[in-house]
C-alpha cells in the first residue's frame, strides 16, 4: 500500500527555522517526482515545490512565495522527502502536504496526511 | 503566473442533484489540469487528471471536460459522500497552482 507520512510540524517563532520530513513507502521513491504544498487555515491550496528524481539529477522548482527561504530535498537510499525552512514568517503558517508526482501525464496522484506548521511569537 | 478562478465558491445542493464547477484559467494551459476533492481535516485527493481522466478508482459519476482556459467538473448525482470542497489545479507551467476552492454543501 503506498503511503506518504509527514513529520517535524510544530510552532516556531517569526524568523526561525524547521525541517519537515515525508516517509514513503508501497511504491519506487527514487524513480518519482516529488512535490509540497501547504494550506494554510481557512485557505486553498499552494504548490511550494518540486524536487525531480535521480534521473533528472535532484533539480529542484520552488513557488515565488518560499523561493530562497525553503528547500526541498531527498533521500532516496532512506525513501525519504524534506523541506528546510528557513525565515519562516507568519503567512508560512499552513498544513504542509508532501505528495507523490507524475510527470507524464501529469497529476499529484498521492498525498499525505499533512503537518501542521505555526509561525507565532 | 496563471491565475485559475474557480465558480461558484461556494454551492448549495441536495442527495441527487446534478452539480458542474467551472475552472477558468488566466492563459491556455491545454489540457494540464487536475481536480481534487478535499473533506474536513483530510489531504485532497486526485479525482480528475489530463483535464477529462478519471482517476482509478473514482466513481463514474464524476466527468470532466475541458481545454485551453475553461473547464468543467460534473458530479451527475450528488451523494451524501461528496460533500467536500473541489479545487482545480495547472500543471501546464511554473508555478503551478490551484483555483481558489469550491465547496458543496447540503441543501
Known amino acids: 500500500e503506498m503511503q506518504l507520512v509527514e513529520s517535524g510540524g510544530g510552532l516556531v517563532q517569526p524568523g526561525g527555522s524547521l525541517r519537515l520530513s515525508c516517509a514513503a513507502s508501497?511504491?519506487?521513491?527514487?524513480?518519482?517526482?516529488m512535490e509540497w504544498v501547504r494550506q494554510a487555515p481557512g485557505k486553498g491550496l499552494e504548490w511550494v515545490g518540486r524536487i525531480r528524481n535521480k534521473a533528472s539529477s535532484h533539480t529542484t522548482e520552488y513557488a515565488p512565495s518560499v523561493k530562497d527561504r525553503f528547500t526541498i530535498s531527498r533521500d532516496d537510499s532512506k525513501n525519504s522527502l524534506y523541506l528546510q525552512m528557513n525565515g519562516l514568517k507568519t503567512e508560512d503558517t499552513a498544513v504542509y502536504y508532501c505528495?507523490?508526482?507524475?510527470?507524464?501525464?501529469?497529476?499529484?496522484?498521492?498525498w499525505g496526511q499533512g503537518a501542521l506548521v505555526t509561525v507565532s511569537s | 503566473d496563471i491565475q485559475l478562478t474557480q465558480s461558484p465558491s461556494f454551492l448549495s445542493a441536495s442527495v441527487g442533484d446534478r452539480v458542474t464547477i467551472t475552472c477558468r484559467a488566466s492563459?491556455?494551459?491545454?489540457?494540464?489540469l487536475a481536480w481534487y476533492q478535499q473533506k474536513p481535516g483530510k489531504a485532497p485527493e486526485l479525482l480528475i487528471y489530463?483535464?477529462?481522466t478519471l482517476q482509478s478508482g473514482v466513481p463514474s459519476r464524476f466527468s470532466a471536460s475541458g481545454s485551453g482556459t475553461e473547464f468543467t467538473l460534473t458530479i451527475s448525482s450528488l451523494q451524501p459522500e461528496d460533500f467536500a470542497t473541489y479545487s482545480c489545479q495547472q500543471l501546464n507551467s511554473y508555478p503551478f497552482t490551484f483555483g481558489g476552492g469550491t465547496k458543496v454543501e447540503i441543501k
Open positions: 492563459q491556455g494551459i491545454s489540457s494540464h
Open positions: 505528495a507523490r508526482s507524475i510527470v507524464g501525464v501529469r497529476r499529484f496522484d498521492y
Open positions: 508501497g511504491f519506487v521513491f527514487s524513480e518519482q517526482y
Open positions: 489530463a483535464a477529462s
